[in-house]
């Protein structure tokens, strides 16, 4: 997917590449105007229940078919807290209250252009463990019994989060962002 914009967002010039402040950035060829171009917010959780992980399993790309942490981006006028409760609900069905940001981490040129993702420890509140948006199944996992999972982020924010490496490399090899 292909997230640069072609066309002027104020006049509908067409955006052409071009240096300006050090770097290539597209410019309006009608009316001058220079977009920026920023990294989406996003949130992933890592929840957790008797040394096992709430992973979900992916029902859309990037990723189908796969496992990954519940998350996904920061809605406008959302705070990243507010986002990992809501992407948590609406995904697993579960209350859930953000703790402390564990890691952030860059990805570039992936699925949806380049992202910033921040990952929470997150506890959960109550409720019924249920797959909801983007996910078909939910389930939690033992860190020693992990499926293959989606996002090599979600395995760096894993791994981090025990303190040691758990996940075979070729969990992540066929890394699609
Ligand atoms: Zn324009």
């Not at 060829?29 to 220079?34: A, D, F, L, M």
Request: glycine share 10%; charged share 25%; aromatic share 10%.
């Amino acid at each position: 997917m292909n997230r640069l914009p072609k066309y002027c967002s104020q006049c509908r010039g067409v955006l052409l590449f071009q240096n300006y402040e050090g770097r290539q950035r597209p410019i309006c060829s009608e009316c001058g105007r220079v977009v920026y171009l920023n990294p989406v917010p996003s949130v992933a959780a890592i929840l957790t229940k008797d040394g096992s992980v709430l992973l979900v399993k992916r029902n859309i790309e990037p990723g189908l078919g796969r496992w990954g942490l519940p998350g996904g981006f920061i809605e406008a006028g959302e705070s990243p807290k507010d986002a990992a409760i809501r992407e948590v609900f609406e995904e697993t069905g579960l209350h859930c209250q953000p703790l402390e940001v564990l890691d952030a981490c860059s990805v570039l040129k992936g699925y949806y252009g380049d992202l910033i993702v921040l990952c929470y420890t997150a506890e959960i509140i109550d409720g019924t463990l249920s797959a909801g948006d983007d996910a078909d199944t939910v389930e939690f996992f033992e860190f020693e019994n992990l499926p293959r999972l989606a996002f090599r982020n979600h395995v760096q924010f894993l791994e981090k989060f025990i303190g040691r490496k758990i996940i075979p490399a070729s969990y992540a090899k066929t890394d699609s962002k």
